[in-house]
């Protein structure tokens, strides 16, 4: 079992039920936008990456900045600002 005193000494993490619900709301959407940013800014790096030759473009890099400003486009729309839930 591992030490829980120390300079190594780790909390677990609270039950997501233990949570209050207000609270679980703000968490999920922050986790939604996050990973929305994400993946448009890894469609972007695709395009890129096509762009400059790195990977073969077979009429990508149009669709992945399309793809990026549509789940940015939705992420705003659908999970509003962090903290109004």
């Known amino acids: ?13 609270p039950e997501w039920n233990a949570i209050p619900e ?3 709301i703000v968490l999920a959407r922050e986790a939604m936008r996050r ?5 448009a800014e890894q469609a972007e790096l695709l395009a890129l ?15 992945l900045r399309l793809f990026a400003a549509i789940i940015r486009a939705t992420s705003q729309d659908s999970l509003g600002p962090v903290g109004h839930a």
């Open 1 to 13: 079992m591992p030490s829980t005193t120390g300079a190594h000494a780790h909390r677990n993490p």
């Open 22 to 24: 207000e609270l679980q």
């Open 35 to 39: 990973a929305a940013a994400t993946l």
């Open 49 to 63: 990456e096509m762009e400059e030759g790195t990977l073969s473009d077979r009429g990508g890099p149009d669709a």
